[in-house]
């Protein structure tokens, strides 16, 4: 996602621990709430609903303490929520109204996004000319 911002710490953390699509789903579910990350997920428990087992699991591991689990707060993370979804193909008004901002919010961050992808060189012609 050249040109999205970046995730807030606590969901830059889950996605190097878990991938990016575990924590991209947990700011949708969760974005703004404090949850109870436990110390071992089970089956039935909101994490496993939300992110899967093998990535509930990797969250768990990450914010064990001994053998208890931990109190954590979902960042928002609208600004990259409304990246990912431009950068799926999303129009600029659809995706203003999934995450909840102005659509201009979302056209402004779109030509952002297409901005900084012009920028980037391309590795495979004889830029010089």
Known sequence: MNGAPPLPTVLAEI????????????ARAYGGQTVYVPARP????WLVDTVG???AGKICDLYRVRDGGARLLIPLARPTLLAAALARGASARSAAAAVGVHERTAFRMRSRMRRSDDRQGDLFTDNDD
Do not use: V
């Open 42 to 45: 089970k089956p039935d428990h």
């Open 15 to 26: 996605a190097d621990a878990a991938g990016i699509e575990a924590a991209i789903s947990l």
């Open 53 to 55: 087992l093998e990535a």
